[in-house]
């Protein structure tokens, strides 16, 4: 297999799933001993907080692109952005580096196309769930995405950048999530996306009656199919 490139710390708990992920299902893929080989560039949070909160995406840009310059010049063969809001400024990104960027909400659409869904709820950062850039990808495939109202958006929004980000994944704010969950099924939602890579540490497919897109699994697996093609 050639060598994956992770953009990690966006925030490092999920960072931590992706590299198990990353190891455990090329040892499956592969056998044996076979591990997978990772070039990761580690951001800070404390950077990347302030910055998309002011939706500065243009300085955002600027250190997701030095990240995935440093891996291609380490000879990664592809690069990953370990955040579904940091793909904002994935085109920006691609743009920068000749290696492909592995998109996320491309991963994700392509499963919810092969469970033939025609409608998903999105759930994440406000960003991710109210701009257009992840939507859109979804759309490309015929999906339509609905997201939850002010007052669960911003509760969203609230847990992953206070509880989340500081590892807290608290009960309450597991139950206040199905609360949601129920809500947006009734609604007709035919599957969740789990579109924070946070999520899928709080919410597992055991606590839903509809599909969960774990984007975090979903990555991963189109980076290893694209590494050991």
């Not at 090329?26 to 591990?35: D, E, Q, R, T």
């Not at 109202?149 to 980000?165: M, R, V």
């Not at 609360?179 to 609604?187: F, P």
């Not at 946070?198 to 980076?223: G, N, R």
Request: aromatic share 8%; net charge negative.
């Amino acid at each position: 297999m050639e060598t994956i490139g992770l953009i990690g710390g966006l925030t490092w708990h999920s960072t931590v799933d992706y590299y198990r992920l990353l190891n455990e299902e090329v040892n499956k893929k592969l056998g044996g001993y076979h591990a997978a080989k990772i070039f990761m560039c580690s951001v800070d949070f404390a950077e990347i907080k302030p910055l998309t909160e002011a939706e500065d995406w243009d300085a955002l840009a600027a250190i997701m692109i030095h990240a995935a310059k440093t891996i291609e010049n380490a000879g990664g063969c592809c690069v990953m952005i370990g955040a579904n809001t940091m793909h904002k400024i994935a085109d920006q990104v691609q743009d920068a580096v000749s290696i492909p960027v592995i998109h996320i909400a491309e991963a994700v659409a392509a499963s919810v196309k092969q469970k033939q869904l025609k409608k998903v709820a999105l759930l994440g950062t406000k960003y991710t769930m109210k701009l257009d850039f992840y939507k859109n990808k979804l759309a490309e495939h015929h999906i339509e995405t609905i997201i939850p109202g002010e007052e669960d958006i911003d509760f969203i929004n609230h847990s992953i950048y206070n509880e989340f980000s500081k590892g807290l994944f608290l009960p309450q704010t597991k139950k206040r999530y199905l609360g949601i969950i129920d809500e947006l099924v009734k609604q007709g939602a035919e599957g969740i996306i789990a579109g924070c890579t946070e999520i899928p540490i709080l919410i597992k497919q055991e606590d839903c009656s509809v599909p969960v897109f774990d984007t975090t699994y979903l990555h991963v697996m189109a980076a290893i199919d694209y590494a050991t093609k």
